[in-house]
């Protein structure tokens, strides 16, 4: 059993009674449940509760935790009143460090509910996104298998390779500059069905950008934003970017509340990272005979040339994974580590890896055969023995005996999920996130003891540190800096903003400083207000909030008199108090209303204000993202996005200009 | 608009572009470490770096054109120094490199000694993998992909000059890889982005500008009141070099 560590610390024999509280029975105590199921032994009783009896017991036996709402105990689960807090205060603080950002609303929404529940409800991350869901439903792509991907939206070299075996192009005379050649291969593509990668980017990411904003489930974009930071794979490596897609899908999303060995193991196995660190290629010295029954056939997995050992994936899980880079290892153990995930690859696809050979071996021999021989393939992953060290290894002290096979690579991904450094590293690094950037060590001790005790709980980690009072304390209050998606979509998100070009955010935020999936280092975008906040990145970050709320951010609507139950501010002043209010709930703004002020206060200033917006030519940027993707022969100029599209001579009244203004303070830059 | 070479000349702003030809991290390295002395950059002088993500043959930019095995290799690509009427011919350098002619201004400067070349410079990470090689060039550690900074920030931070905003700037959109790490650096795609704005609207610009100044005056992070402070130097900056 875990320790409940939320609501009322009761004892097993108590739950059950608390369940039957949850379930509307009333029982006053475990002594009543004895009564009614041992001694009055009534039937009527025993078939009217009998069914609410069997869930109490299997909550109780099988659950990983139970959740008991004790609604007048609320107070000593989280403790914010201690550090000072109003409830109030406390539900911004919480939708601050766990959402993208509070909606208008939104912390009467959390105070009604109860914070605790509010909590437990973002863990579980269950409610229904019927809206979100039906604008994600256009977004084919996403649902694919990284086959069907692979297939679907082939790399530009591909496409040119197989126009040339089908001779729509001769392959001495490309001339991937010309207009005709590039309409001869766009329309090779629609014909046979294919599409360009550049789609399939922009479907990642919008949905980014739309499960950021308007997912019901906030804390699940939140830490699938954390985990895969953590776990960082980047669309500037070209042969890991088409699985980027997937690899958030299914080896991040589904555990970012679960244990830690299980997202380790994902992200291990995933093609995304074993293309991005290499390790689909490492190949071991001491690797097996392949059997005659794989010598006779194909043999696709025979690496083609001795590729040798690749430390790359070995020393980061390592040093960026796990252990973290004082974690006690030596590079004697990142070789030998190595050596154990010999073998371990991504099942061929497409173009990668001899795809036709190793399904003209699975036809030959069946996946029983495959199985047979050693190889373990699940999904999109494959364990090769042919290329797999069968040496005998030792990590950090510990032996794996020879001939250890793909299960002594789970075993040391088990090992190092388990590691004291790892509980040290992660609780850490989840603490600089959500508590500030440099978190109180008693606070990071219970949370390591938290990940220690619990197999590494995620979902536990994060109960115990909400549940200490330094979260709540004043150092952790505001303390953390937006990042630029954060800052992004939290602007949307409090102005209730309707997104129908959620690119658009997307490349605001690469503006500021941050290209989400494009981060080229396996550690991650840094975590740290110094990183985000410089001279270039803060103009900007003022430019994006006159920009959103003055109505020129192409397909981003907002209807900011609606914010005020379409109210009209009597002046500048109070239209300035009002809305720094909606948009900043809960803060002491005393100080940015000082000195928003005297601006306000400027002798004709409407009148200045609409005279400038009179005169408002027809806009013609050209902001193009060079999106870098190099390494095409069928370059294409990126899609011209920004201002150009849209004419849109904005929205010049003072409201709008107030609002910019309060997006663009420094207090908004905060959460 | 402001072309980029209106940029750097104008007076006062050390810049460091991006990338560079070829891999030459440790010799600029060693070229800081030997200069410091002289405080070479005290002149405010610039180091531009462009790197060419596509790469470039560098082979046929300034051959080696008396070496035998080039010739075997390339029996079809391969260009003499030789005079030739009908064909075209390298510009003999030294009478053992020549300069492709496509190149024939860089001869000029080559010959002024405004210009030299380090030829045949490259990673000691012999992968395969065009995208590895780049980032092994740009962090400047080849066989260690978690090192967190790049090269041109660390240098940045060794180049001792003045903190500015535009201490080390890169033309792109994004930061690119060498610069990341705890150096400031600034990633600009078009110096018309560094001023507040608001398009069509230029006396809205104005006093938000004014308002935002006052309000990142006032604040009370440290680090959100410096930079503003930073930023607006800068704009003001800019508005004054008239580039």
């Excluded at chain 1, 005996?401 to 999920?417: F, K």
């Excluded at chain 1, 917006?613 to 390494?631: D, L, R």
């Excluded at chain 2, 596509?54 to 003499?80: E, I, N, Q």
């Excluded at chain 2, 400047?140 to 660390?154: C, D, E, I, V, Y």
Aim: charged fraction near 20%; aromatic fraction near 8%.
């Amino acid at each position: 059993m875990r320790h409940l560590r939320l609501g009322c610390p009761v004892e097993k024999s108590a739950q059950i009674a608390l369940v039957f509280k949850y379930l509307n029975i009333k029982l006053c105590s475990e002594l009543n449940v004895i009564t009614i199921l041992n001694i009055r032994n009534v039937m009527k009783a025993a078939i009217k509760y009998s069914f609410y009896l069997l869930i109490a017991v299997v909550l109780t036996i099988s659950s990983a935790f139970i959740f008991v709402p004790c609604q007048d105990r609320q107070t000593s689960a989280f403790p914010y009143k201690k550090a000072g807090l109003t409830q109030r205060q406390a539900a911004a603080h919480l939708l601050n460090r766990f959402t993208y950002g509070a909606t208008p609303g939104e912390v009467d929404k959390v105070v009604k509910m109860g914070l605790e529940k509010w909590f437990m409800q973002q863990l579980d991350g269950n409610l229904p996104d019927d809206s979100l869901n039906t604008i994600l439903n256009k977004y084919d792509a996403l649902k694919l298998s990284n086959k069907k991907i692979v297939a679907q939206y082939p790399k530009n070299p591909v496409v040119l390779r197989m126009a040339v075996r089908d001779g729509v192009v001769d392959k001495d005379s490309v001339k991937t500059d010309r207009k005709e050649y590039k309409d001869l291969l766009a329309n090779y593509m629609q014909q046979h069905g294919l599409k360009p990668e550049q789609e399939l980017l922009r479907q990642l990411y919008n949905q980014k950008v739309l499960r950021a904003a308007y997912s019901n489930n906030q804390l699940q974009e939140v830490l699938t934003d954390f985990w895969f930071n953590h776990f960082n794979v980047s669309l500037t490596k070209n042969q890991s970017a088409q699985f980027i897609a997937n690899y958030e899908r299914d080896a991040i999303r589904p555990n970012v509340t679960g244990n830690f060995d299980a997202l380790l193991l994902a992200t291990a196995k995933s093609p995304a990272m074993l293309y991005f660190l290499d390790n689909f290629s490492s190949t071991g010295t001491n690797v097996q005979r392949p059997r005659a029954l794989i010598r006779n056939a194909a043999n696709p997995l025979q690496a083609k040339k001795a590729n040798g050992l690749n430390e790359n994936y070995a020393r980061e899980v390592m040093e960026l994974h796990t252990l973290g880079v004082d974690g006690g290892y030596t590079q004697q153990d990142v070789t030998q580590a190595a050596k154990i995930l010999t073998g371990w690859t991504a099942y061929p696809m497409g173009v990668y890896g001899n795809a036709d050979a190793i399904e003209k071996l699975v036809d030959n021999i069946g996946e029983s055969g495959l199985k047979q021989c050693g190889f373990v393939h699940e999904g999109d992953f494959l364990f090769t023995p042919n290329r797999h060290d069968n040496d005998e290894k030792i990590v950090l002290g510990r032996k794996f005996e020879e001939g250890g096979g793909y299960q002594e690579g789970v075993d040391l991904l088990e090992m190092l999920a388990h590691h004291p450094s790892t509980a040290k590293f992660i609780t850490r690094k989840i603490g600089i996130r959500f508590v500030n950037d440099n978190p109180p060590q008693s606070l990071l001790d219970k949370m390591a003891k938290t990940f220690n005790q619990t197999n590494g709980s995620i979902r536990d980690v994060l109960i115990t540190m909400v549940s200490s009072p330094e979260f709540w304390s004043v150092k952790a209050l505001r303390e953390k800096t937006k990042s630029p998606f954060e800052l992004v979509i939290s602007s949307a998100r409090a102005l209730n903003a309707r997104i129908d070009q959620p690119i658009q955010l997307y490349n605001w935020a690469n503006k500021i400083g941050q290209r989400m999936y494009a981060y080229q280092a396996p550690t991650g975008f840094p975590d740290r207000a110094q990183y985000w906040i410089n001279s270039g990145a803060l103009l900007n970050r003022m430019n994006f909030g006159l920009a959103l709320a003055t109505g020129r951010v192409p397909g981003v609507r907002v209807d900011l008199a609606a914010l005020n139950n379409n109210h009209e501010p009597e002046s500048p002043q109070a239209a300035l108090a009002t809305y720094s209010k909606l948009l900043m709930p809960e803060r002491n703004l005393t100080q940015t209303i000082k000195q928003l002020l005297p601006m306000l206060n400027e002798k004709d200033l409407a009148s200045k204000v609409e005279t400038a917006a009179s005169k408002v030519p027809q806009i013609n940027t050209n902001e193009e993202m060079a999106m870098e993707m190099s390494g095409g022969v069928l370059k294409k100029k990126p899609n011209k996005i920004g201002l150009a599209q849209s004419n849109v001579n904005g929205n010049n009244t003072m409201l709008a200009q107030v609002v910019g203004v309060i997006l663009g303070s420094p207090e908004f830059q905060r959460k | 608009m402001v072309s980029r070479r209106g940029f750097i000349k104008s007076g006062g702003l050390a810049l460091l572009g991006i990338g560079l030809m070829g891999g030459i991290p440790a010799f600029l390295a060693e070229a800081v470490a030997s200069e410091k002395n002289r405080s070479l950059y005290s002149k405010k002088k610039v180091m531009v770096c462009i790197f060419q993500r596509g790469a470039m043959d560098g082979l046929m930019a300034v051959t080696p054109f008396t070496d035998d095995y080039l010739k075997a290799a390339r029996p079809t690509l391969f260009m003499s120094a030789a005079k030739n009427q009908n064909v075209s011919s390298l510009i003999d350098l030294d009478g053992r490199f020549g300069l492709h002619p496509a190149m024939a201004p860089f001869a000029e400067l080559y010959n002024q000694k405004q210009l030299a070349i380090v030829h045949g410079i490259g990673s000691p990470n012999s992968t395969r993998s065009h995208f590895d090689a780049q980032d092994y060039m740009e962090s400047g550690t080849p066989f260690n992909k978690g090192t967190a900074s790049g090269w041109l920030n660390r240098a940045a931070g060794l180049l001792g000059h003045d903190v500015t905003p535009f201490q080390a700037v890169s033309l792109t959109s994004s930061l690119p890889r060498s610069f990341y790490g705890d150096n400031p650096t600034l990633a600009v795609s078009s110096l018309q982005d560094f001023a507040i704005q608001m398009r069509g609207n230029p006396g809205g610009a104005n006093m938000a500008a004014k308002s935002f100044e006052d309000l990142y005056q006032q604040t009370s992070s440290s680090l959100l009141k410096q930079t503003g402070k930073e930023s607006f130097e800068a704009v003001k900056m800019l508005q004054k070099t008239d580039i």
